[in-house]
């Protein structure tokens, strides 16, 4: 069954310091989206991004997150000057469509990060 | 403003008791609506997803979702729970219509706890 892969599983950095957490969406989709989940907390919308470009993003998303799709296959979130409150669990998910018949978000394991 | 709501944060219940998990959504319009699991620091598995026609949905493990229009609720059951089913569960809404946006909104979960 296809699946949603994130790397890695488990990072820990020092604050002020960039991280780039991966995905590998599954290969015929063609939507992309980052969610996170502070520990404890519900699972909260970042961004989504069709057609190699942002179509939504939640004020949480200021300019210290982005995005990208580099290769066609990776999708990428960048936090360029991690703070402490940045530490949370980041789920990577994808679609194949979700208007006119829908159909669900796969999401992958998630990357947990540790921000010290 | 769109908006998912789970108003129990805790519902403990006995290993072979039934179950219903609440849910209920605030749209303009019906949004295409899941259920979402997740053991502890594990990802988000989908449970089942309603999109359109019957009201009554079947999911992966034994559970089922019962769509409301009325009530705008989307409840999960489960008539007999295991002692495996113990996790949180998110219910998650997505607009149908264009211009609603185009993410997931979570609601604040619900932590099942299942008594032997």
């Known amino acids: 069954e296809p699946e949603v892969t994130q790397t890695p599983s488990h990072q820990v950095t020092q604050m002020g310091q960039e991280v780039i957490l991966r995905c590998v969406p599954i290969?015929?989709?063609?939507?992309f989206y980052w969610y996170r989940q502070i520990l404890g907390q519900k699972v909260e919308f970042l961004v989504s991004?069709?057609?190699?470009?942002?179509?939504?993003k939640s004020e949480i998303f200021d300019d210290q997150f982005s995005v990208e799709r580099p290769d066609g296959s990776n999708f990428t979130l960048k936090i360029r000057s991690t703070k402490l409150e940045d530490s949370a669990m980041y789920f990577c998910a994808s679609s194949s469509r979700m208007r006119g018949g829908g159909t669900e978000a796969f999401f992958g394991q998630g990357t947990r990060l540790t921000v010290v | 403003a769109q908006s998912v709501t789970q108003p129990d944060i805790h519902i403990t219940v006995s290993e072979g008791a039934s179950l219903e998990l609440r849910c209920n959504y605030s749209?303009?319009?019906?949004?295409?609506l899941f259920w979402y699991v997740q053991s502890p620091g594990q990802g988000l598995q989908l449970l089942l997803k309603y999109f359109s026609g019957d009201t009554l949905v079947q999911g992966i493990k034994g559970f089922e979702a019962e769509f409301k229009r009325s009530q705008s609720s989307f409840n999960l059951r489960k008539p007999s729970v295991h002692w495996s089913d113990a996790a949180e569960y998110f219910c998650?809404?997505?607009?149908?219509?264009?211009?609603?946006?185009?993410?997931?909104?979570f609601g604040t979960g619900t932590q099942l706890k299942v008594e032997l």
């Open positions: 290969s015929n989709h063609l939507y």
């Open positions: 991004f069709y057609n190699n470009e942002i179509s939504e």
């Open positions: 749209y303009g319009a019906t949004p295409y």
């Open positions: 998650a809404a997505f607009p149908k219509l264009t211009g609603g946006g185009n993410k997931l909104t």
